[in-house]
């Protein structure tokens, strides 16, 4: 881990939501580079009770939460940025008994939208679980209208 002024927001915004809470989400660290979170292991997260397998909605939280958090990583103050797209594919099943890190990062910054991208992970990152995309909507005060978030989705630029 490591303390920086990007590792408090990230903790701070986690500490609002809820249904982290009661998944006991945690920022395992937090820079330029980006965000990882950590999902503990635990019995309410099973998805197949035979198997103890990680229920997918689990991971979809997890990386939902860690790609729309790593917008504190980029941006200079916090803004509200909800979920405009997101996109998961699934390598393989979550191990049992063992956490899952995700990690994401924003590469791409227009004045409405920010672009993310990322992985999920148990002990390789080299061998994600998951890869993911995301779009997220700037509300902050410089954000622009309409028309011009349909043409940065669409690949018209900002």
Known sequence: MNDSP????????????RHCQVLGIS???????GLVLRLPYS????G???TGVIH?????????????ISTVCVLPEFEICPTLDLRIDYMHPAEPNK???????????TPNIIFTRGYAYQDDP????????????????GAQGDRQVKREIQGGGA
Do not use: W
């Open 6 to 17: 990007m590792l408090e927001r990230a903790q701070r915004f986690l500490s609002v939501l």
């Open 27 to 33: 920022v395992y660290s937090a820079d330029a580079q």
């Open 43 to 46: 019995t309410q997260i099973i």
């Open 48 to 50: 197949n009770p035979e």
């Open 56 to 68: 997918g909605g689990a991971i979809t939280t997890l990386m939902d939460t860690t790609c729309g």
């Open 99 to 109: 956490d899952v890190f995700a990690f994401a990062e924003c590469y791409r910054v």
């Open 126 to 141: 080299a061998q994600p679980i998951v890869h993911v995309v995301g779009a997220f909507m700037r509300m902050g005060k």
